[in-house]
Protein backbone atom coordinates (compact mmCIF):
# COMPACT_ATOMS: atom_id res chain seq x y z
CA UNK A 1 0.00 0.00 0.00
CA UNK A 2 1.44 3.45 -1.23
CA UNK A 3 0.83 7.08 -0.16
CA UNK A 4 -0.26 9.68 -2.86
CA UNK A 5 -0.41 13.05 -2.35
CA UNK A 6 -2.31 15.16 -4.84
CA UNK A 7 -3.39 18.84 -5.81
CA UNK A 8 -7.04 19.45 -6.29
CA UNK A 9 -7.57 22.62 -8.47
CA UNK A 10 -9.34 24.73 -5.12
CA UNK A 11 -8.34 27.37 -3.44
CA UNK A 12 -5.80 25.84 -0.55
CA UNK A 13 -2.80 25.30 -0.39
CA UNK A 14 -3.11 22.04 1.21
CA UNK A 15 -1.63 18.89 -0.52
CA UNK A 16 -4.43 15.67 -0.39
CA UNK A 17 -3.27 12.20 0.89
CA UNK A 18 -4.89 9.35 -0.31
CA UNK A 19 -3.84 5.22 -0.21
CA UNK A 20 -3.16 3.21 -3.83
CA UNK A 21 -1.91 -0.39 -4.30
CA UNK A 22 1.21 1.22 -5.77
CA UNK A 23 2.86 4.38 -6.13
CA UNK A 24 2.29 7.19 -8.49
CA UNK A 25 4.40 9.26 -10.55
CA UNK A 26 4.72 13.07 -10.57
CA UNK A 27 1.78 14.48 -13.16
CA UNK A 28 -1.05 12.35 -13.37
CA UNK A 29 -4.50 12.64 -13.23
CA UNK A 30 -6.40 10.86 -10.80
CA UNK A 31 -9.86 10.71 -9.48
CA UNK A 32 -10.21 11.03 -5.86
CA UNK A 33 -13.02 11.24 -3.00
CA UNK A 34 -13.74 14.54 -1.63
CA UNK A 35 -16.40 14.58 0.98
CA UNK A 36 -19.65 13.41 -0.76
CA UNK A 37 -17.89 13.62 -4.39
CA UNK A 38 -15.31 12.73 -6.90
CA UNK A 39 -12.86 15.44 -7.93
CA UNK A 40 -10.08 15.22 -10.72
CA UNK A 41 -6.79 15.92 -9.48
CA UNK A 42 -2.90 16.01 -10.11
CA UNK A 43 -0.42 13.57 -8.19
CA UNK A 44 2.48 15.60 -6.51
CA UNK A 45 6.05 14.15 -5.74
CA UNK A 46 7.31 14.17 -1.85
CA UNK A 47 6.66 12.20 0.92
CA UNK A 48 3.42 12.80 3.22
CA UNK A 49 3.17 13.47 6.75
CA UNK A 50 4.84 11.47 9.05
CA UNK A 51 2.94 9.31 11.18
CA UNK A 52 -0.26 8.29 8.70
CA UNK A 53 -1.67 5.19 8.10
CA UNK A 54 -2.37 4.09 4.28
CA UNK A 55 -5.46 1.71 5.81
CA UNK A 56 -7.26 5.10 7.55
CA UNK A 57 -7.40 6.88 4.06
CA UNK A 58 -9.43 6.90 1.34
CA UNK A 59 -8.07 5.23 -1.46
CA UNK A 60 -7.33 6.68 -4.93
CA UNK A 61 -11.11 5.89 -6.73
CA UNK A 62 -9.49 5.57 -10.11
CA UNK A 63 -5.90 6.54 -11.97
CA UNK A 64 -6.77 8.18 -15.49
CA UNK A 65 -3.37 8.44 -17.13
CA UNK A 66 -0.84 5.74 -17.79
CA UNK A 67 1.89 8.46 -18.02
CA UNK A 68 2.43 12.01 -17.35
CA UNK A 69 0.34 14.28 -19.88
CA UNK A 70 1.68 17.61 -19.76
CA UNK A 71 5.13 18.94 -21.09
CA UNK A 72 7.66 18.83 -18.57
CA UNK A 73 7.59 23.13 -19.16
CA UNK A 74 4.20 23.28 -18.55
CA UNK A 75 3.88 21.52 -15.56
CA UNK A 76 7.22 22.94 -14.03
CA UNK A 77 5.40 26.59 -14.89
CA UNK A 78 2.38 24.85 -12.87
CA UNK A 79 4.05 24.51 -9.87
CA UNK A 80 6.56 27.64 -10.12
CA UNK A 81 3.24 29.39 -10.60
CA UNK A 82 1.65 28.41 -7.11
CA UNK A 83 5.02 28.70 -5.13
CA UNK A 84 5.66 32.37 -6.60
CA UNK A 85 2.14 34.02 -6.58
CA UNK A 86 0.68 32.42 -3.02
CA UNK A 87 -2.30 30.66 -4.60
CA UNK A 88 -0.91 26.63 -4.88
CA UNK A 89 -0.65 24.41 -7.13
CA UNK A 90 -4.34 23.28 -7.21
CA UNK A 91 -5.33 27.33 -7.92
CA UNK A 92 -2.36 27.54 -10.30
CA UNK A 93 -3.59 24.46 -12.68
CA UNK A 94 -7.61 25.81 -12.46
CA UNK A 95 -5.85 29.19 -13.99
CA UNK A 96 -3.43 27.62 -16.87
CA UNK A 97 -5.36 24.40 -17.96
CA UNK A 98 -8.70 24.07 -19.56
CA UNK A 99 -11.42 23.05 -17.72
CA UNK A 100 -12.16 20.10 -19.56
CA UNK A 101 -8.83 18.72 -18.60
CA UNK A 102 -10.04 18.06 -15.33
CA UNK A 103 -12.28 15.18 -16.72
CA UNK A 104 -11.81 11.47 -16.79
CA UNK A 105 -11.08 11.82 -20.62
CA UNK A 106 -8.27 10.03 -21.67
CA UNK A 107 -5.26 11.36 -23.13
CA UNK A 108 -2.51 9.52 -25.73
CA UNK A 109 0.88 10.07 -24.84
CA UNK A 110 2.71 12.48 -25.26
CA UNK A 111 4.96 12.41 -28.48
CA UNK A 112 8.67 11.39 -27.59
CA UNK A 113 10.63 15.03 -27.50
CA UNK A 114 13.26 14.86 -29.36
CA UNK A 115 16.74 15.86 -27.19
CA UNK A 116 18.03 19.67 -27.75
CA UNK A 117 20.38 22.13 -26.44
CA UNK A 118 18.19 25.16 -27.13
CA UNK A 119 18.68 27.99 -24.46
CA UNK A 120 16.54 30.54 -23.41
CA UNK A 121 16.77 33.84 -25.56
CA UNK A 122 15.13 37.36 -25.39
CA UNK A 123 15.11 40.30 -27.81
CA UNK A 124 12.64 42.35 -28.58
CA UNK A 125 10.46 44.85 -31.31
CA UNK A 126 8.62 48.12 -30.68
CA UNK A 127 7.54 50.13 -32.78
CA UNK A 128 4.22 51.81 -33.94
CA UNK A 129 4.63 50.22 -37.54
CA UNK A 130 2.05 47.23 -37.16
CA UNK A 131 3.10 45.59 -40.78
CA UNK A 132 6.92 45.84 -39.35
CA UNK A 133 6.03 44.16 -36.24
CA UNK A 134 4.04 41.46 -38.47
CA UNK A 135 6.78 40.53 -40.60
CA UNK A 136 9.18 39.93 -38.00
CA UNK A 137 6.35 37.89 -36.17
CA UNK A 138 6.20 36.19 -39.64
CA UNK A 139 10.46 35.30 -39.91
CA UNK A 140 9.97 33.96 -36.33
CA UNK A 141 7.55 31.50 -37.60
CA UNK A 142 8.76 30.33 -41.18
CA UNK A 143 12.79 29.96 -38.99
CA UNK A 144 12.06 28.60 -35.95
CA UNK A 145 10.23 25.35 -34.55
CA UNK A 146 6.90 24.94 -33.04
CA UNK A 147 5.70 29.33 -31.96
CA UNK A 148 2.74 30.44 -29.98
CA UNK A 149 2.24 34.26 -31.65
CA UNK A 150 -0.09 35.79 -29.07
CA UNK A 151 -1.97 39.23 -29.35
CA UNK A 152 -3.84 41.28 -26.45
CA UNK A 153 -7.42 40.75 -28.38
CA UNK A 154 -9.13 38.42 -30.70
CA UNK A 155 -9.06 40.25 -33.57
CA UNK A 156 -5.33 41.66 -33.36
CA UNK A 157 -4.91 37.95 -33.34
CA UNK A 158 -7.48 37.22 -36.40
CA UNK A 159 -5.65 40.34 -37.88
CA UNK A 160 -2.47 38.72 -38.26
CA UNK A 161 -3.25 35.23 -39.30
CA UNK A 162 -4.99 36.57 -42.25
CA UNK A 163 -1.67 38.53 -42.66
CA UNK A 164 -0.15 34.65 -43.41
CA UNK A 165 0.59 33.32 -46.86
CA UNK A 166 -2.11 30.29 -46.90
CA UNK A 167 0.55 27.73 -47.50
CA UNK A 168 1.96 28.79 -44.12
CA UNK A 169 -1.32 28.96 -42.16
CA UNK A 170 -2.21 25.44 -43.38
CA UNK A 171 0.90 24.17 -40.95
CA UNK A 172 -0.71 26.21 -37.68
CA UNK A 173 -4.45 27.16 -36.17
CA UNK A 174 -5.58 30.59 -35.10
CA UNK A 175 -7.42 29.75 -31.20
CA UNK A 176 -10.57 29.54 -31.73
CA UNK A 177 -13.58 31.41 -29.43
CA UNK A 178 -15.86 28.59 -28.52
CA UNK A 179 -14.56 25.93 -25.67
CA UNK A 180 -15.34 23.46 -27.61
CA UNK A 181 -12.97 24.29 -30.36
CA UNK A 182 -10.84 25.47 -27.90
CA UNK A 183 -10.44 21.95 -26.14
CA UNK A 184 -10.16 20.40 -29.70
CA UNK A 185 -6.98 22.78 -30.74
CA UNK A 186 -5.22 22.20 -27.51
CA UNK A 187 -5.65 18.31 -27.74
CA UNK A 188 -3.91 18.75 -31.18
CA UNK A 189 -1.14 21.19 -30.73
CA UNK A 190 -0.31 18.84 -27.73
CA UNK A 191 0.04 15.69 -30.37
CA UNK A 192 2.67 17.92 -32.65
CA UNK A 193 0.17 18.44 -34.96
CA UNK A 194 0.14 21.62 -35.37
CA UNK A 195 3.65 23.78 -36.15
CA UNK A 196 2.32 27.00 -34.57
CA UNK A 197 -0.75 28.73 -33.01
CA UNK A 198 -1.65 32.43 -33.03
CA UNK A 199 -4.06 33.48 -30.63
CA UNK A 200 -5.38 35.67 -28.11
CA UNK A 201 -4.33 35.52 -23.71
CA UNK A 202 -6.43 32.75 -23.89
CA UNK A 203 -3.61 30.54 -25.60
CA UNK A 204 -0.94 31.03 -23.95
CA UNK A 205 -0.87 27.97 -22.31
CA UNK A 206 -1.80 26.07 -24.83
CA UNK A 207 1.05 22.41 -25.06
CA UNK A 208 2.58 23.17 -28.24
CA UNK A 209 4.86 19.71 -28.24
CA UNK A 210 8.27 21.24 -29.15
CA UNK A 211 7.64 24.69 -27.92
CA UNK A 212 10.89 26.61 -29.64
CA UNK A 213 9.47 30.30 -29.76
CA UNK A 214 6.63 32.86 -28.02
CA UNK A 215 5.88 35.84 -29.16
CA UNK A 216 4.18 38.85 -27.36
CA UNK A 217 2.55 41.61 -29.44
CA UNK A 218 1.64 44.68 -27.58
CA UNK A 219 2.67 43.75 -24.46
CA UNK A 220 1.96 46.51 -22.30
CA UNK A 221 -1.45 46.56 -23.31
CA UNK A 222 -4.20 45.70 -20.36
CA UNK A 223 -5.86 43.03 -22.26
CA UNK A 224 -3.01 40.91 -20.72
CA UNK A 225 -4.12 41.12 -17.48
CA UNK A 226 -6.42 38.95 -16.25
CA UNK A 227 -9.65 40.42 -14.35
CA UNK A 228 -10.40 37.34 -11.93
CA UNK A 229 -8.36 36.19 -9.14
CA UNK A 230 -5.05 35.55 -9.59
CA UNK A 231 -4.36 38.74 -10.78
CA UNK A 232 -1.21 38.78 -13.01
CA UNK A 233 0.73 39.86 -15.89
CA UNK A 234 0.74 37.54 -19.00
CA UNK A 235 4.07 38.38 -19.74
CA UNK A 236 5.73 37.23 -16.49
CA UNK A 237 4.23 33.51 -16.88
CA UNK A 238 4.91 33.16 -20.37
CA UNK A 239 8.38 34.49 -19.74
CA UNK A 240 9.24 31.77 -17.30
CA UNK A 241 7.57 29.34 -19.53
CA UNK A 242 10.13 30.31 -22.42
CA UNK A 243 12.44 29.82 -19.77
CA UNK A 244 11.73 26.58 -19.04
CA UNK A 245 10.96 25.29 -22.16
CA UNK A 246 14.59 26.85 -23.58
CA UNK A 247 12.63 28.93 -26.24
CA UNK A 248 12.83 32.41 -27.75
CA UNK A 249 10.56 35.12 -26.20
CA UNK A 250 10.10 38.03 -27.95
CA UNK A 251 8.26 41.01 -26.87
CA UNK A 252 6.54 43.96 -29.09
CA UNK A 253 4.04 46.41 -29.49
CA UNK A 254 4.13 50.50 -30.02
CA UNK A 255 5.56 51.29 -26.42
CA UNK A 256 7.38 48.74 -24.04
CA UNK A 257 6.34 47.88 -20.35
CA UNK A 258 8.27 49.16 -17.65
CA UNK A 259 10.11 45.55 -17.44
CA UNK A 260 10.35 45.60 -21.03
CA UNK A 261 12.14 48.77 -21.04
CA UNK A 262 14.48 47.75 -18.71
CA UNK A 263 15.42 44.19 -20.33
CA UNK A 264 17.10 45.25 -23.16
CA UNK A 265 17.84 48.21 -25.67
CA UNK A 266 14.84 47.95 -28.08
CA UNK A 267 15.28 46.82 -31.63
CA UNK A 268 13.05 49.87 -32.96
CA UNK A 269 13.22 53.16 -32.14
CA UNK A 270 10.23 55.20 -30.81
CA UNK A 271 7.65 57.36 -32.98
CA UNK A 272 7.36 60.50 -31.41
CA UNK A 273 5.04 63.81 -31.45
CA UNK A 274 4.86 65.62 -34.83
CA UNK A 275 2.20 68.43 -33.22
CA UNK A 276 -0.87 66.24 -33.56
CA UNK A 277 -1.08 65.92 -29.86
CA UNK A 278 -3.29 69.14 -28.86
CA UNK A 279 -2.90 69.59 -25.16
CA UNK A 280 -6.21 72.29 -24.10
CA UNK A 281 -6.42 73.53 -20.28
CA UNK A 282 -9.03 72.57 -18.27
CA UNK A 283 -9.42 76.23 -17.27
CA UNK A 284 -10.16 77.66 -20.86
CA UNK A 285 -12.69 74.79 -21.15
CA UNK A 286 -16.93 75.49 -20.96
CA UNK A 287 -17.71 73.57 -18.11
CA UNK A 288 -21.22 71.42 -18.67
CA UNK A 289 -22.94 71.31 -15.71
CA UNK A 290 -25.48 68.46 -15.36
CA UNK A 291 -29.08 68.30 -13.50
CA UNK A 292 -28.17 66.04 -9.67
CA UNK A 293 -24.61 66.33 -10.36
CA UNK A 294 -22.27 67.85 -8.04
CA UNK A 295 -19.21 68.15 -10.93
CA UNK A 296 -19.01 69.03 -14.27
CA UNK A 297 -17.61 68.03 -17.48
CA UNK A 298 -14.94 70.13 -19.32
CA UNK A 299 -15.67 70.42 -23.28
CA UNK A 300 -13.12 72.72 -24.88
CA UNK A 301 -13.07 74.73 -28.30
CA UNK A 302 -10.03 72.77 -29.50
CA UNK A 303 -11.85 69.33 -29.32
CA UNK A 304 -15.23 70.73 -30.93
CA UNK A 305 -13.39 72.32 -33.87
CA UNK A 306 -11.40 69.00 -34.38
CA UNK A 307 -14.44 66.84 -34.06
CA UNK A 308 -16.06 69.30 -36.09
CA UNK A 309 -13.70 68.87 -39.31
CA UNK A 310 -13.52 65.19 -38.94
CA UNK A 311 -17.05 64.74 -39.28
CA UNK A 312 -17.29 67.59 -42.03
CA UNK A 313 -14.54 65.00 -43.89
CA UNK A 314 -17.47 62.06 -43.14
CA UNK A 315 -14.87 60.58 -40.95
CA UNK A 316 -14.83 59.34 -37.52
CA UNK A 317 -14.16 60.40 -33.79
CA UNK A 318 -13.47 59.46 -30.51
CA UNK A 319 -14.25 60.62 -27.36
CA UNK A 320 -12.59 58.55 -24.57
CA UNK A 321 -14.29 59.16 -20.72
CA UNK A 322 -13.28 55.90 -18.82
CA UNK A 323 -16.27 56.31 -16.08
CA UNK A 324 -19.33 54.62 -17.00
CA UNK A 325 -22.93 55.31 -15.76
CA UNK A 326 -24.27 58.79 -15.01
CA UNK A 327 -22.02 59.29 -12.09
CA UNK A 328 -19.12 58.09 -10.72
CA UNK A 329 -20.67 57.75 -6.88
CA UNK A 330 -24.18 58.94 -5.51
CA UNK A 331 -22.99 61.60 -2.48
CA UNK A 332 -25.67 62.50 0.31
CA UNK A 333 -24.62 65.94 0.60
CA UNK A 334 -25.89 65.82 4.60
CA UNK A 335 -23.59 63.45 5.77
CA UNK A 336 -20.81 63.75 3.07
CA UNK A 337 -20.90 59.50 2.55
CA UNK A 338 -21.37 58.11 -0.65
CA UNK A 339 -23.37 55.29 -1.03
CA UNK A 340 -22.17 51.79 -0.76
CA UNK A 341 -22.52 48.45 -1.87
CA UNK A 342 -24.42 45.87 0.77
CA UNK A 343 -22.56 42.87 -0.26
CA UNK A 344 -19.18 44.10 -0.49
CA UNK A 345 -19.02 47.59 0.99
CA UNK A 346 -17.69 49.18 -2.79
CA UNK A 347 -18.50 51.85 -4.23
CA UNK A 348 -21.63 51.87 -6.15
CA UNK A 349 -22.08 54.00 -9.78
CA UNK A 350 -24.96 56.12 -10.51
CA UNK A 351 -26.49 54.29 -13.89
CA UNK A 352 -29.23 57.07 -14.94
CA UNK A 353 -30.27 54.61 -18.26
CA UNK A 354 -31.55 51.61 -15.68
CA UNK A 355 -32.77 54.14 -13.02
CA UNK A 356 -30.34 52.26 -10.46
CA UNK A 357 -26.75 52.19 -8.94
CA UNK A 358 -24.35 49.31 -9.43
CA UNK A 359 -21.60 48.35 -7.29
CA UNK A 360 -18.44 48.88 -9.17
CA UNK A 361 -16.63 45.45 -7.68
CA UNK A 362 -19.27 42.65 -7.76
CA UNK A 363 -21.50 44.06 -10.01
CA UNK A 364 -24.29 44.62 -7.43
CA UNK A 365 -27.54 46.57 -8.98
CA UNK A 366 -29.42 48.33 -6.34
CA UNK A 367 -32.63 50.90 -6.64
CA UNK A 368 -31.59 54.09 -6.24
CA UNK A 369 -32.92 55.04 -2.36
CA UNK A 370 -35.26 57.80 -1.64
CA UNK A 371 -33.06 58.56 1.45
CA UNK A 372 -29.48 58.52 2.53
CA UNK A 373 -28.72 54.51 4.18
CA UNK A 374 -26.68 56.02 6.51
CA UNK A 375 -28.39 59.09 8.06
CA UNK A 376 -31.77 59.28 6.06
CA UNK A 377 -30.91 62.51 4.61
CA UNK A 378 -32.84 63.23 1.06
CA UNK A 379 -30.17 65.42 -0.29
CA UNK A 380 -28.40 62.93 -2.69
CA UNK A 381 -25.99 64.08 -5.40
CA UNK A 382 -24.13 62.28 -7.87
CA UNK A 383 -19.99 62.82 -7.90
CA UNK A 384 -17.89 62.52 -11.11
CA UNK A 385 -20.10 62.54 -14.49
CA UNK A 386 -19.74 59.92 -16.42
CA UNK A 387 -20.66 58.59 -19.92
CA UNK A 388 -24.37 58.57 -19.76
CA UNK A 389 -24.01 62.27 -18.97
CA UNK A 390 -21.52 63.37 -21.78
CA UNK A 391 -23.74 61.80 -23.94
CA UNK A 392 -27.01 63.65 -22.60
CA UNK A 393 -25.26 66.86 -23.03
CA UNK A 394 -23.32 66.25 -27.14
CA UNK A 395 -26.14 64.12 -27.94
CA UNK A 396 -28.97 66.68 -27.11
CA UNK A 397 -27.08 69.83 -27.69
CA UNK A 398 -24.44 69.21 -30.21
CA UNK A 399 -26.13 66.72 -32.90
CA UNK A 400 -27.13 69.11 -35.13
CA UNK A 401 -23.27 69.58 -35.55
CA UNK A 402 -22.16 65.96 -35.72
CA UNK A 403 -25.22 64.13 -36.77
CA UNK A 404 -24.45 60.83 -35.79
CA UNK A 405 -23.79 60.74 -32.01
CA UNK A 406 -23.08 57.08 -30.22
CA UNK A 407 -22.48 55.55 -27.25
CA UNK A 408 -20.84 52.63 -26.19
CA UNK A 409 -20.23 51.91 -22.63
CA UNK A 410 -20.06 48.05 -22.63
CA UNK A 411 -21.54 47.15 -19.48
CA UNK A 412 -23.19 44.30 -20.81
CA UNK A 413 -23.02 44.19 -24.75
CA UNK A 414 -20.32 43.08 -26.30
CA UNK A 415 -18.29 45.78 -28.41
CA UNK A 416 -20.33 46.57 -31.34
CA UNK A 417 -18.33 44.75 -34.44
CA UNK A 418 -16.07 47.53 -36.54
CA UNK A 419 -17.77 46.43 -39.65
CA UNK A 420 -21.41 46.91 -39.04
CA UNK A 421 -20.74 50.15 -37.69
CA UNK A 422 -18.81 51.15 -40.80
CA UNK A 423 -21.81 49.66 -42.93
CA UNK A 424 -24.55 51.17 -40.97
CA UNK A 425 -22.58 55.29 -41.04
CA UNK A 426 -20.90 55.25 -43.48
CA UNK A 427 -20.40 59.06 -43.38
CA UNK A 428 -18.33 58.32 -39.82
CA UNK A 429 -19.82 59.15 -36.67
CA UNK A 430 -18.89 61.09 -33.15
CA UNK A 431 -18.47 57.60 -30.94
CA UNK A 432 -18.33 58.23 -27.09
CA UNK A 433 -16.92 55.48 -24.74
CA UNK A 434 -14.30 53.96 -22.61
CA UNK A 435 -11.01 52.92 -23.05
CA UNK A 436 -12.15 49.66 -24.76
CA UNK A 437 -13.41 52.21 -28.11
CA UNK A 438 -9.48 52.54 -29.22
CA UNK A 439 -10.01 49.25 -30.63
CA UNK A 440 -12.23 50.94 -33.11
CA UNK A 441 -9.25 52.45 -34.34
CA UNK A 442 -7.96 49.39 -36.24
CA UNK A 443 -10.71 49.59 -38.80
CA UNK A 444 -12.46 52.73 -38.57
CA UNK A 445 -9.29 55.17 -38.74
CA UNK A 446 -10.45 57.93 -36.49
CA UNK A 447 -9.23 61.23 -37.31
CA UNK A 448 -9.58 62.48 -34.02
CA UNK A 449 -9.33 61.11 -30.46
CA UNK A 450 -10.18 62.94 -27.57
CA UNK A 451 -9.33 62.59 -24.08
CA UNK A 452 -12.14 64.26 -21.77
CA UNK A 453 -10.52 63.98 -19.05
CA UNK A 454 -6.57 62.77 -19.58
CA UNK A 455 -5.94 63.38 -15.56
CA UNK A 456 -8.42 61.23 -14.03
CA UNK A 457 -6.66 58.14 -15.94
CA UNK A 458 -3.82 59.10 -13.76
CA UNK A 459 -5.68 60.08 -10.77
CA UNK A 460 -5.72 56.33 -9.33
CA UNK A 461 -3.79 55.46 -6.10
CA UNK A 462 -2.49 52.49 -7.78
CA UNK A 463 1.42 53.26 -8.07
CA UNK A 464 1.49 52.65 -11.73
CA UNK A 465 -1.56 55.14 -12.50
CA UNK A 466 0.85 57.68 -14.65
CA UNK A 467 1.89 54.74 -16.78
CA UNK A 468 -1.06 52.96 -17.68
CA UNK A 469 -2.52 56.63 -18.53
CA UNK A 470 0.55 57.44 -20.79
CA UNK A 471 -0.05 53.75 -22.59
CA UNK A 472 -3.28 54.66 -23.06
CA UNK A 473 -3.00 57.96 -24.68
CA UNK A 474 0.57 57.33 -26.56
CA UNK A 475 -1.59 53.60 -28.25
CA UNK A 476 -4.72 56.28 -29.09
CA UNK A 477 -1.71 58.20 -31.27
CA UNK A 478 -0.52 55.21 -33.24
CA UNK A 479 -3.20 52.28 -32.77
CA UNK A 480 -4.61 51.63 -36.66
CA UNK A 481 -4.50 52.90 -39.48
CA UNK A 482 -4.43 56.47 -40.79
CA UNK A 483 -2.42 57.27 -37.56
CA UNK A 484 0.06 59.86 -39.20
CA UNK A 485 -2.66 62.29 -39.91
CA UNK A 486 -4.76 61.50 -36.64
CA UNK A 487 -5.19 64.43 -33.85
CA UNK A 488 -5.18 63.58 -29.91
CA UNK A 489 -6.76 66.43 -28.11
CA UNK A 490 -5.53 66.01 -24.94
CA UNK A 491 -7.81 67.93 -21.49
CA UNK A 492 -5.56 68.16 -18.22
CA UNK A 493 -5.63 70.44 -15.16
CA UNK A 494 -1.39 70.74 -16.37
CA UNK A 495 -1.12 70.04 -20.16
CA UNK A 496 1.74 69.04 -21.42
CA UNK A 497 3.70 69.15 -18.01
CA UNK A 498 4.35 66.20 -15.71
CA UNK A 499 4.12 62.61 -17.84
CA UNK A 500 2.17 64.34 -20.33
CA UNK A 501 5.44 65.84 -21.38
CA UNK A 502 6.95 62.34 -22.57
CA UNK A 503 3.79 62.50 -24.95
CA UNK A 504 6.15 64.81 -27.13
CA UNK A 505 9.24 63.53 -26.24
CA UNK A 506 8.76 60.16 -26.64
CA UNK A 507 8.16 57.05 -24.31
CA UNK A 508 12.01 56.58 -23.88
CA UNK A 509 12.55 59.75 -21.62
CA UNK A 510 8.68 58.70 -19.98
CA UNK A 511 10.11 55.90 -18.95
CA UNK A 512 13.70 56.82 -17.96
CA UNK A 513 11.65 59.20 -15.24
CA UNK A 514 9.07 57.18 -14.41
CA UNK A 515 11.67 54.49 -13.26
CA UNK A 516 13.89 56.61 -11.52
CA UNK A 517 10.75 57.81 -9.39
CA UNK A 518 10.14 54.14 -8.74
CA UNK A 519 13.80 53.48 -8.02
CA UNK A 520 13.66 55.80 -5.23
CA UNK A 521 10.53 54.96 -3.71
CA UNK A 522 11.15 51.56 -4.03
CA UNK A 523 8.22 50.56 -6.02
CA UNK A 524 8.02 47.65 -8.57
CA UNK A 525 10.12 46.56 -11.05
CA UNK A 526 12.46 46.95 -8.15
CA UNK A 527 10.77 45.83 -5.08
CA UNK A 528 7.59 44.13 -5.20
CA UNK A 529 4.44 44.88 -3.67
CA UNK A 530 1.93 42.59 -2.38
CA UNK A 531 -1.85 43.64 -1.01
CA UNK A 532 -3.56 40.58 0.96
CA UNK A 533 -7.34 40.85 1.16
CA UNK A 534 -8.88 38.49 3.81
CA UNK A 535 -11.88 37.75 5.16
CA UNK A 536 -13.16 39.62 8.09
CA UNK A 537 -11.20 39.51 11.30
CA UNK A 538 -8.15 37.73 9.59
CA UNK A 539 -6.38 40.76 8.96
CA UNK A 540 -5.35 41.17 12.88
CA UNK A 541 -3.83 37.46 13.04
CA UNK A 542 -1.59 38.11 9.82
CA UNK A 543 -0.52 41.17 10.89
CA UNK A 544 0.40 39.61 14.16
CA UNK A 545 2.53 37.43 12.39
CA UNK A 546 4.20 40.06 10.15
CA UNK A 547 5.29 41.98 13.34
CA UNK A 548 8.67 41.22 14.21
CA UNK A 549 10.23 40.31 10.95
CA UNK A 550 11.91 42.64 8.20
CA UNK A 551 9.26 43.17 6.27
CA UNK A 552 7.77 46.21 5.62
CA UNK A 553 3.74 46.31 5.69
CA UNK A 554 0.39 48.71 6.23
CA UNK A 555 -2.95 48.07 6.52
CA UNK A 556 -4.86 49.63 3.62
CA UNK A 557 -6.68 53.38 4.13
CA UNK A 558 -9.93 52.01 2.53
CA UNK A 559 -10.40 49.03 4.11
CA UNK A 560 -8.97 47.39 7.06
CA UNK A 561 -9.26 43.41 5.79
CA UNK A 562 -6.30 44.80 3.39
CA UNK A 563 -2.58 44.71 3.96
CA UNK A 564 0.00 45.72 2.12
CA UNK A 565 3.45 44.31 2.42
CA UNK A 566 6.39 45.35 0.40
CA UNK A 567 9.68 42.64 0.31
CA UNK A 568 11.53 39.70 -1.46
CA UNK A 569 11.85 37.49 0.84
CA UNK A 570 8.99 35.49 -0.83
CA UNK A 571 9.70 32.63 1.23
CA UNK A 572 9.47 33.95 4.47
CA UNK A 573 5.93 35.60 3.50
CA UNK A 574 4.61 32.36 2.33
CA UNK A 575 5.55 30.69 5.49
CA UNK A 576 3.18 33.34 7.87
CA UNK A 577 0.52 33.05 5.12
CA UNK A 578 0.61 28.65 5.24
CA UNK A 579 -1.43 28.28 7.98
CA UNK A 580 -4.58 30.49 6.36
CA UNK A 581 -4.53 28.44 3.40
CA UNK A 582 -5.16 24.90 5.19
CA UNK A 583 -8.14 23.00 3.92
CA UNK A 584 -9.04 23.13 7.10
CA UNK A 585 -9.93 26.67 7.54
CA UNK A 586 -12.74 26.04 3.81
CA UNK A 587 -15.22 27.56 6.02
CA UNK A 588 -13.25 30.85 7.27
CA UNK A 589 -12.58 31.69 3.74
CA UNK A 590 -9.29 32.10 2.55
CA UNK A 591 -7.19 35.51 1.51
CA UNK A 592 -6.54 36.67 -1.80
CA UNK A 593 -3.12 37.59 -2.31
CA UNK A 594 -2.26 39.98 -5.37
CA UNK A 595 1.25 39.95 -6.68
CA UNK A 596 2.54 43.40 -8.61
CA UNK A 597 5.76 42.85 -10.15
CA UNK A 598 6.02 45.85 -13.30
Known amino acids: MALVQAAIPAPWWTPLTYSHDEALPEGLRISVPLGRDRRVAMTLAGDAEEGIDPKRLKPVAGVID ?59 IYCADLFRRYEYYREIIAGEGASLMLFPEVKLAR ?11 EEGGLWPVSAPAQWKMWKSARLGELRFIVGSPGAAFVPLAGLSAIAMDEENQGGWRTQSHPVLHLRSLLGMRATFAGARFVLGGTMPSSKGFLRAEPMCGEEKNDGRVVFVSLKDALASEFEALKDTLPISEPLIRETAAARRAGKWALWLLDRKGYAGELLCEECGKTLRCKRCGSSMRWEESRRSLRCTACGQREPIPERCPNCGGLLLTGVRPGLEALYERVEGALKHRYKNVLLIQNMEDKMPKPEALAEKYPDG ?51 GGGSQERKIVVQSRRPGREWQDALRRGWRVFWQRELKERREWEL ?9 STPAGMAEKIVSQLEGTEMEYWLSEENNEEIWVRTKRFGQLKNILKPFFDIRGTRNGFPTVLLYLD
Request: with cysteine; glycine share 4%; proline share 8%.
Open 66 to 124: DVPVLPAELWRLIKWFGETWFIGAGLAMKTILPTKFFTDERLPALPKAERTEAKFSADD
Open 524 to 532: PPFMPMIKI
Open 429 to 479: ALVIGTRRILSLCDELSPAVVGWIDADAEARSQEYDAKARAYAMLWESMWR
Open 159 to 169: SFWDSLPKGLR
